[in-house]
């Protein structure tokens, strides 16, 4: 005897539900992927910030401790509009012979005495005071005024701006 089946009966999947829930996964795996992505970008980009604020950090501590050891801003070898560039006296303080300290800005690069200190400076500024806070020539000055601007991904905004004031403890040691 043949046996009937009743199709009727039959529990499953049809072609069109599968099709429904393959559309579904993927729109979900795709939305996860797109989040991860942006969130890896996002990790990427804070460690090249985090790398321009510590090397920022450390050209600009560099120089601060140099220019605060100064005895007086050298203008004879400096234009004196040149505000990019800054030549300090360092005098003879028993540890070490007296010394010029050059801080430059040449293209996007910061040097001392032409040797590459920090890269993709958007822009350095030097400015000069006397001991009443009054601007002054540079050979005049007792506080420099640092302001740096670094522009890692070169947007046109700069990334780190760090600015200090210095002032030379060894100003008018004759």
């Known amino acids: ?24 996964l993927g729109l979900i795996v795709l939305g996860l992927v797109t989040f991860f992505t942006g969130g890896a970008k996002s990790w990427v980009a804070g460690q090249y910030q ?42 003879d303080l028993g540890s070490k012979p007296a010394y010029k300290a050059t801080y430059d800005l040449s293209g996007t690069t910061v040097q001392r005495n032409s040797n590459p200190l920090i890269d993709n400076v958007q822009s350095l500024v030097f400015t000069y005071f006397d001991n009443s806070g009054n601007s002054v020539a540079p050979e005049n ?17 700069p990334d780190v701006t760090l600015n200090t004031d210095v002032n030379l403890r060894n100003f008018g040691l004759q």
């Open 50 to 91: 985090l790398k321009a604020q510590r090397e920022a950090r450390q050209a600009i501590d560099r120089m601060v401790r140099e220019i605060r050891e100064g005895k007086n801003i050298i203008n004879d070898l400096v234009d004196i509009s040149d505000a990019d560039t800054i030549v300090v006296f360092i005098p």
């Open 141 to 157: 000055a007792s506080k420099v005024h640092i302001d740096l601007k670094v522009d890692v991904d070169k947007d046109g905004n």
């Open 1 to 24: 005897m043949i046996k009937k089946y009743n199709i009727k009966n039959q529990k499953g999947f049809s072609l069109i539900e599968m099709m429904v829930v393959v559309v579904i």
